[in-house]
């Protein structure tokens, strides 16, 4: 029953949000080709963090986690005019498959730069371009927390923090799942959305999608 409720959810959400250009759906070709459809962000949630984005103002903004560009392409679309996005990500072909996509992107009053290469270390290089408005959070999981702390130090005071697959399929409370997930990694991600809870430190709040989008305002 529960299965069912689930995936008419699913398919009602999919109805209203499929409506993708066709970059974004290239996006989805190339992660269907590599295998990896089922982690692409859905069109729901890549357009509610792309709505939270736009209404923060953001205008200088970190994506981890590139994938196929996907997600990218929405935070883009929510820049405005003179604004920047970096998206890093750490595996050549995903990278070259992205960089396909935002080479079809019309870049004249925005930018998107790729950076390849492993998150900490490329992250360390980007703090000159800051202070940011904002980041969204989507890469190694075992690395969140480093992510997190990466991001107090380079955004600015106000600036807004967005990070995917915060349930771990249900891990983080003991769930089983069919997703294997480290003891590290289930570790890491609850030290990770305590601190992202810790009032003294954000102003946060989770959105209940189907992995979990943590939404958090930095004092």
Known sequence: MRESVLS??????SSLFNKENE??????????????????ISAAEAQLAHILMK???????????????????????ALPAGGELWTLEKDPEHARRSAEVFSKLDQASKRIHLV?????????KLEAQGPFDGVFIDGNKAAYLDYLLWAE???????????????LSGAVWGEAT???????????M???????ANPELYEAAIAPTFE???VAIKK
């Open 116 to 124: 390849v290469g492993d998150a900490r270390e490329e992250l360390v």
């Open 55 to 77: 209404m923060h103002g953001c205008r200088k903004f970190v994506e981890i986690g590139t994938l196929t560009g996907l997600s990218a392409q929405y935070f883009f679309d």
């Open 190 to 196: 609850r030290e990770f959305n305590e601190r992202l």
């Open 212 to 214: 979990g989008l943590f």
């Open 8 to 13: 008419n959810r699913e398919e009602y959400l």
């Open 178 to 188: 069919t997703q294997k997930f480290s003891e590290k990694q289930i570790r890491i």
């Open 23 to 40: 970059t974004k759906k290239l996006s989805r070709q190339f992660a269907e080709e590599l295998g990896l459809a089922r982690i692409s």
């Open 153 to 167: 130090k380079n955004l600015r005071k106000g600036g807004l923090v967005l990070a995917d697959n915060i349930f």
